[in-house]
């Protein structure tokens, strides 16, 4: 019988309601398309099998059966580093995940709980998180986890360009930190703000925990050596091939259940291992015959043949992860200096520069392009800038006026009002990942069909990521972002720009704020119309379709939560 697991994409700010009086938000519901999907799969849908004692021998203890074992993942694509808070992509962030530790985590109704702390306080001003750490914190260096390392990680990440650091540096004071004793630290802020623990918790751009002296290591640079607390910790990357991590005899795991990324992180596995597989049909055939154990992240044209093997299981991440075409904020044709005087006050492009990113909304055929992905029933068409499907994505007046116009003749009209002359510019697109890679392709295709002259050289992903995050080189990209980081205005990585690719809109980061700090429901969704409306207008991004990510499987992998980033403390194997 098949096994499908149905998750859901991290990041629920579930506080807005309580906190700010702002839209309730809830899980968001299965779509149309899923429900058929899950129908068709009939009898083959059931829950992950927890072990159980009537399996074991009564002289055996059950949680001694659960250790052992070498885990292989395929990654999604090639990984380009292991730091965390230097890189923000997932690739990297997969591995990275299972030997750092974190202060809080999101547990599995996605609040924050403790994982390296005891016990916090928050003074009567609210301006004041004291943390108290727990017992038994180790590095994997054998050296003991104080309260200057946390402090010290802490004041790498609030500069860093993650939306939760970016918003939380408006409140934070001067120290933003203070080490109080070996075990103790505090969280220091101008004025009170709802979301600190949910904002150093998330499963992705978190501020994991380094060394003080790799702390020292500035976030535009990635760190000296991978020294993490985590339940696995490092042994061996070769570039290009493989990543190893070993189960960590220095971590002591919590005592209470495990619940998400947070509780008991026990690593059961005596070792993991990523290898970077760049064919896509090597990744599945390998999975299939027992190579490896996982494919994080496999071509949505493998679904039909998954489900129909009863020796795997299949995660799907909901409500998924909008693919997108990113365009270079910093060159022709489609940017500009931040300091160029023909500006307009609040904005971040000249109109010649905006006038061609909206020729790119305007003229691509988004169905045409999601249909390069897979089936139909694994991605959705979605004008709705948070997400169809959630609370704040359903909410909203703003959106099918700019997207899938598919108007080739106004996109050509619009390049040439704008001085476009048929420069060559070079849209990239990773060679080894599977929902990634055949959008970019389509895009080529796109684009030249609108009137631009394309080239697309052939590189990995981790080769990408290196040029697209600086200013050169690049005029569009294809990629693509969670619901997860992308969820609110606050958390939204696109609105929160300051990076070379998320062009940062001053007028933006006004209503950001404005929409943070603001109490009264019918004007903060005021303010997000506004911010919606600027999105698209700006075109920070161009928007493509959602998609359901699968995460296939070995069958014998026990309690594998895909939700999100994939942390593989907590599972185990059982034949």
């Not at 001694?64 to 993942?73: E, F, M, N, S």
């Not at 750092?100 to 985590?105: A, E, L, P, S, T």
């Not at 928050?122 to 301006?127: G, L, T």
């Not at 119309?529 to 991004?541: A, D, F, H, K, P």
Request: negative net charge.
């Amino acid at each position: 019988m098949k096994r499908v697991i149905i998750g859901l994409a991290t990041v629920l700010i579930l506080l807005l309601a309580i906190a700010c009086g702002s839209d309730e938000v809830a899980a968001p519901a299965a779509s149309e398309s899923e429900a058929k999907q899950e129908k068709a799969a009939a009898t083959k849908v059931v829950k992950v099998e927890e072990a159980t004692a009537t399996k074991i021998p009564p002289t055996v203890d059950p949680e001694a059966k659960k250790y052992g074992g070498d885990l292989r993942v395929a990654s999604q694509g090639s990984i380009s580093t292991l730091d965390p808070v230097f890189t923000q992509f997932a690739t990297n962030n997969a591995v990275a995940q299972n030997f750092y530790d974190r202060m809080f985590g999101w547990d599995r109704d996605y609040n924050p709980s403790p994982q390296m702390v005891e016990s916090w306080d928050i003074s009567s001003s609210n301006r004041t998180y004291t943390f108290t750490l727990r017992d038994g914190l180790k590095f994997h260096d054998g050296t003991d986890v104080k309260a200057e390392d946390v402090a010290a990680s802490l004041e790498r990440w609030l500069p860093s360009t993650f939306p939760y650091a970016t918003m939380l540096v408006n409140f934070s004071s001067t120290p933003f930190t203070t080490v109080i004793s070996d075990k103790t630290l505090s969280i220091n802020l101008d004025d009170p703000y709802t979301f600190v623990l949910q904002s150093i918790a998330p499963p992705h751009k978190a501020p994991m925990v380094f060394p003080k002296e790799n702390a020292a290591t500035p976030h535009t640079e990635a760190v000296p050596n991978w020294i993490g607390s985590g339940p696995y910790k490092f042994s061996e990357w070769k570039q290009g091939d493989r990543v190893i991590l070993v189960r960590s005899e220095y971590y002591t795991a919590r005592t209470d259940a495990n619940s998400g990324y947070a509780g008991a992180q026990v690593a059961y596995l005596d070792t993991l291992t990523w290898l970077e597989i760049p064919d896509q049909e090597t990744k599945m055939a390998g999975l299939e015959t027992g190579e490896w154990d996982v494919v994080e992240g496999a071509g949505l044209d493998f679904w039909p043949r998954v489900i129909e093997n009863d020796d795997l299981a299949v995660g799907l991440r909901r409500p998924g992860n909008r693919n997108n075409i990113m365009l270079n904020p910093w060159n022709w044709p489609f940017g500009n200096a931040e300091d160029d005087p023909a500006i307009d006050s609040g904005t971040r492009f000249t109109p010649t520069a905006k006038k061609m990113r909206q020729a790119v909304m305007y003229g691509v055929d988004i169905e045409a392009v999601m249909q390069a992905l897979g089936p139909k029933e694994l991605w959705t068409l979605c004008p709705n800038y948070y997400y169809c499907g959630t609370p704040l994505g359903d909410d909203t007046d703003v959106g099918p006026q700019y997207y899938n116009i598919n108007d080739k003749v106004l996109a050509k009209k619009m390049l040439a009002e704008a001085g476009y002359n048929g420069e060559t510019i070079i849209v990239m697109t990773p060679n080894d990942y599977a929902t990634i890679t055949p959008i970019g392709q389509f895009m080529k295709q796109e684009m030249e069909d609108m009137g631009f002259t394309v080239d697309q050289p052939n590189r990995d992903w981790a080769t990408v990521v290196t040029i697209f995050t600086t200013q050169d080189g690049w005029d569009a990209n294809a990629s693509w972002s969670g619901w997860g980081v992308t969820s609110d205005p606050i958390n939204d990585e696109q609105a929160a720009g300051q990076t070379a690719f998320w062009p940062t809109i001053p007028k933006i980061q006004e209503l950001r704020l404005a929409w943070t700090k603001e109490d009264d429901i019918a004007k903060k969704r005021a303010i997000r119309m506004e911010i919606e409306t600027m999105l698209y207008e700006e075109v920070v991004v161009i928007g493509l379709g959602i998609h359901y990510q699968i995460v296939p499987y070995t069958a014998k992998l026990k309690n594998l939560s895909t939700a999100s980033t994939i942390v593989y403390s907590g599972t185990w194997f059982e034949d």
